[in-house]
């Protein structure tokens, strides 16, 4: 029989990060006001300096410390499934694997990130941190991190999702953490937003700044961004280099590797490793990045120097935007509504080194319902993104007759979305 689920023991896990910056430089945040480099020096009130160090270095590869590792295997290794039903649901001769981050505490990909981050912070004396959320997922993981190293945590989460995913919101306070609607009143800029757009349904790019200026104004915060800047897609390739030993285990090798992009760290995270494999000349694979047309950084964005934030506290950062004063329409996929994208998959996608493409978002919960009717799991709105363009490519192959092998990074489970699936087969669900 063939594989259906490809496990790896502890020790297979990954024992260092590979850092991409070592392989294809990217160009470097600029200080706002001078437009010169920003000195890392200037960032040390907002983040921990070993996390510094790690956006601008080019050592290829990172020690995980010890007591990060032993915190992933609480849930690592994830598992690698092949989908052998959705393959015959589909009647393609493609065979499609995922890998299923899903297994987290917090059912996502990101505590790989938030673990990291709460344990620099630790070790550097910081007794709070500040942090954003779209759908709760990222504010979910990071108060699950800081609970294990005992560091507070505020969460401002994006208005439309506090009410849209009330649950999300009940982990977040499960874990000990502070959780409030940004816009809100507790800082100038989130007052100044709601007094000009009382109705405002929130958008990452708000959240930032306020918890930015939160970070910024009180000496024992700092701050933590779940995607978009280099270390978070760092110490997302845990996920990219256990998938690779787990497919040494098989007869396969992925020929198209796909992930969701919001920010960017989960598909960074699955797929640099085979960028570096391919980068070095050993292999030919396909990337894609997978967005919402609502909110299509990659694939209508401009290439520019940007801001983070709405507010323009961020250093500027060299990527695709929609512009920072963009506000997506509330679609259910939260995580996916930020403006612009990491700087690594910024300069894959300009390069030519992965493809982007967008769907609706009727169809990405087709694609949703259909994963979850052949392979059991519920998947989160933003990861059947991924789905859907696995499926548009297996049927690819079903209409040439190509085995090709596809990838999927399975980001997280959506058993916190009921709400969204609700709607979608009440027929409320709009594209857009
Ligand atoms: C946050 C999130 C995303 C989007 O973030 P990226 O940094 O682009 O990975 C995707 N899927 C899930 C389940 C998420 O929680």
């Known amino acids: 029989m063939d594989h259906t689920k490809i496990l790896l023991d502890e020790n297979e896990m990954p024992k260092q990060w590979y850092n991409i910056l070592a392989d294809l430089p990217v160009e470097p945040p600029l ?16 983040f921990a300096k070993e996390l510094i160090q790690q956006e601008i270095s080019s050592e ?20 690698l499934y092949r989908a052998h039903r959705l393959e015959k649901a589909l009647g393609t001769p493609a065979k499609i694997y995922y890998k299923n981050e899903s297994v987290s505490p917090a ?31 990222w504010g979910s993981a990071l108060s699950l991190c800081c609970n294990y190293f005992d560091i507070e945590c505020k969460v401002y989460m994006v208005r439309s999702s506090f009410y849209q995913k009330p649950y999300r919101k009940s982990l977040i ?38 918890a930015l200026e939160e970070a910024a104004l009180n000496d024992n915060t700092r701050y933590a961004l779940g995607s ?76 520019k120097y940007d801001f983070g934030d709405m507010a323009q506290m961020t250093p500027l950062l060299k990527m695709y935007t929609l512009g920072s004063e963009f506000i997506p329409p509330a679609i259910h996929a939260g995580g996916l509504r930020y403006h612009g994208a990491s700087p690594i998959v910024s300069k894959l996608v300009a390069d030519g ?21 052949s392979e059991g799991i519920a998947p989160a709105p933003e990861s059947s993104h991924a789905i859907k363009c696995a499926i548009d490519e297996a049927l690819k192959c079903k209409q040439t007759g190509e085995e090709k092998t596809i990838l999927f990074n399975l980001s997280g489970h959506g058993h916190f979305d009921m709400s969204s699936y609700d709607k979608y087969f009440s027929g409320e669900l709009s594209n857009d």
């Open 60 to 79: 290829r590869y990172i020690d995980i410390p010890e007591e990060i590792r032993e915190i992933y295997t609480l849930w690592r290794p994830s598992p």
């Open 173 to 210: 306070n499960l874990w000990g953490a502070n959780v409030i609607p940004s816009p809100s009143t507790e800082t100038q800029f989130g007052r100044k937003v709601l007094e000009m757009y009382p109705e405002t349904t929130g958008s990452l790019g708000i959240a930032i700044s306020e």
């Open 353 to 373: 080194i992965m493809e982007a493409t967008s769907y609706h978002q009727v169809e990405v919960f087709d694609a949703a319902v259909k994963f979850a009717r």
């Open 107 to 137: 059912g996502s990909h990101k505590p790989n990130t938030a673990i990291a981050q709460a344990y620099y912070n630790m070790k550097e004396g910081t007794e709070r941190i500040t942090t954003e959320t779209g759908a709760g997922q």
């Open 31 to 46: 200080n706002p006001a001078t437009n010169e480099p920003m000195n890392p020096k200037d960032l040390e009130p907002i």
């Open 228 to 303: 978009v800047l280099n270390h978070t897609s760092l110490h997302q390739t845990v996920v990219g280099l256990e998938t690779q030993a787990q497919f040494d285990k098989t007869e396969d090798y992925p020929d198209i590797v796909i992930g969701c992009c919001g920010g960017g760290s989960n598909l960074a995270g699955v797929s640099l490793p085979y960028i570096r494999d391919n980068i070095a000349g050993k292999t030919n694979t396909r990337f894609i990045a997978v967005e919402p047309s609502a909110c299509p950084t990659l694939t209508s964005g401009e290439f």
